[in-house]
């Protein structure tokens, strides 16, 4: 049974850092992009990060420069490290993974609330 679970969620101010972690279990991930969205209240969910496991990343335009995705493929981790952060980052986060030959994410984390505050 595939499992994620986050971490690293929390209550900072404008300005401040946080790094969310994900580790996941129940089967090797070597052919699967890993990945971090986020929702906002009211908002749909959004693709913040993503990375494969050979390295290449992805980054929404709202987060280049600010967010860093790093990816331990041996012990199937993810994390994202945010810095700069703003109160529109404010999110519920999720970690996800896909297998690089769909579009869609086959696994979900349960969620990790980010709250930015101005």
């Known amino acids: 049974q595939v499992q994620l679970v986050e971490s690293g969620g929390g209550l900072v101010q404008a300005g401040d850092s946080l790094r969310l972690s994900c580790a996941a279990s129940?089967?090797?991930?070597?052919?699967?992009?890993m990945a971090w969205l986020r929702q906002a209240p009211g908002k749909e969910r959004e693709l913040v990060s993503s990375?494969?496991?050979?390295?290449?990343?992805y980054y929404a335009d709202s987060v280049k420069g600010r967010f860093t995705i790093s990816r331990d493929v041996a012990k199937n981790t993810v994390s994202l490290q945010m810095n700069s952060l703003k109160p529109e980052d404010t999110a519920v986060y999720y970690c996800a993974i896909r297998s690089i030959f769909q579009v869609g994410y086959n696994y979900w984390g349960q969620g990790t609330q980010v709250t930015v505050s101005s």
């Open positions: 990375v494969t496991s050979g390295g290449n990343t």
């Open positions: 129940g089967r090797a991930f070597s052919n699967y992009v």
